[in-house]
Nanobody
Framework: QVQLVESGGGLVQAGDSLRLSCAAS????????MAWFRQAPGKEREFVAA????????DYADSVKGRFTASRDNARNTVYLQVNSLRVEDTAVYYC????????????????????WGQGTQVTVAS
């Protein structure tokens, strides 16, 4: 059974930065496409970023492009999301998600494409 555990969230001021981490266990991490989603109160869960199995390709939502960076360390079974220049509207619970794929450059944006999910980490940005 694959388990994903996020960490690194917190309460920050607008303009600050955070690094979110997601540690995986129970599977072959290097075969997983990993993604970050977020859900703000009263809103649907939305795609934030995805990173391919090797980390060679990434995809970002337009709202975070240029501010957020996804990376991964397959030796540590961990994926990261560096979040810079945070805005009040970035306030949400951030989830990591994963799915196994045979394709090294595959990326997916839809939540239902990912069978494995973490419990989430809260990011709150104050003005």
């Amino acid at each position: 059974q694959v388990q994903l555990v996020e960490s690194g969230g917190g309460l920050v001021q607008a303009g600050d930065s955070l690094r979110l981490s997601c540690a995986a266990s129970g599977g072959t991490f290097s075969t997983y496409v990993m993604a970050w989603f977020r859900q703000a109160p009263g809103k649907e869960r939305e795609f934030v970023a995805a990173i391919s199995r090797t980390g060679s390709t990434t995809d970002y939502a337009d709202s975070v492009k240029g501010r957020f960076t996804a990376s991964r360390d397959n030796a540590r079974n961990t994926v990261y999301l560096q979040v810079n220049s945070l805005r009040v509207e970035d306030t949400a619970v951030y989830y990591c998600a994963g799915r196994s794929t045979a394709f090294s450059i595959s990326l997916y944006r839809l939540a239902h494409d990912y069978p494995y999910w973490g419990q989430g980490t809260q990011v709150t940005v104050a003005s």
